[in-house]
């Protein structure tokens, strides 16, 4: 597997779900909470990929989908699994949810013609949000420590509960070694990639499935901002992290 894939899905829901808390807590820290719609459990949202709702004034409203990203860490040599690694110095966009395997091996034109399913276009040109909050968090908990948490969370959400509490248990054993928050709009990132230079690409990151390939464009993060399709807010846990945390 090439360096800086993308999360595999059973590590990256629950990786989500540690990012998502950070950055509701951050969105909402001016505001009332009730201001912040989480709908990335809601089925109606599923196809749409949106992550968060949140109100703005005049009745207006901001669509986000979330990606959390552990490829900030400060030591090139640490890596946790699925919560901690090195610094890539990339944004993914995903192009490609699903490349697939399943391909006919004779062409009269050379083209690779798909046998049995199509392959599926990534979030970047799927999603229906108004913008895009690409979170970069590096954490030095172990696994075990956050698991149990996170089972909590999920009977919770299966139970159509409140998790306001356990988020808040989860934002004190939080123990992050870097964090940083990139957000851009979604339909300009569409309109920059179809103009853009190579210079502002590294290739591609895959993540392998039994029957498919997920293929994401690696951006470099810094041009991304420089140029001014990304907003770094910086990093963003300082500011909603109960005073008892210590770094």
């Keep these: 597997m090439a360096e800086y894939t993308v ?3 059973r590590v990256a829901k629950k990786f989500e779900w540690f990012g998502m808390t950070v950055v509701k807590r951050y969105l909402t820290r001016d505001k009332d909470s ?3 719609r989480d709908v990335h459990s ?3 949202f599923y196809d749409k990929g949106i992550d ?5 004034p005049n009745a207006q409203k901001r669509t986000i989908d979330l990606k959390v990203d552990s ?3 400060s030591d090139p040599s640490r890596k946790i699994r699925g919560l901690c690694n090195p610094d890539s110095g990339f944004i993914l966009l995903e192009t490609i949810s699903q490349l697939q395997y399943d391909r006919s091996r004779n062409s009269t034109n050379g083209t690779l013609p798909v046998r049995q399913k199509a392959d599926v276009p990534g979030w970047f040109f799927t999603s229906s949000a108004d913008e895009v909050y690409y979170y970069f968090l590096a954490l030095l908990n172990t696994e075990n420590q956050l698991n149990p948490l996170y089972a909590e969370y999920v009977e919770l959400v299966k139970g159509n509960q409140p998790t306001d509490e356990v988020e808040n248990r989860l934002l004190r054993e939080l123990r992050v070694d870097r964090d940083l928050l990139v957000s851009f709009s979604l339909s ?3 309109a920059w990639y179809d103009a853009a230079p190579e210079t502002m690409f590294h290739g591609y990151a895959p993540a392998p499935n039994p029957s498919y390939l997920t293929l994401s464009k690696r951006v470099k993060r810094d ?3 420089s140029n001014g399709i990304g907003k770094s807010h910086g990093s963003i846990f300082s500011l909603v992290k109960p ?3 210590s770094r």
Excluded: M, Q, W
């Design 7 to 9: 999360h595999t899905t």
């Design 34 to 36: 009730r201001d912040l």
């Design 42 to 44: 809601n089925p109606e």
């Design 52 to 56: 968060l709702v949140l109100n703005l």
């Design 71 to 73: 490829y900030i860490g």
């Design 188 to 190: 300009e990132a569409r």
């Design 223 to 225: 041009l991304f901002i």
């Design 243 to 245: 005073k008892s945390v």
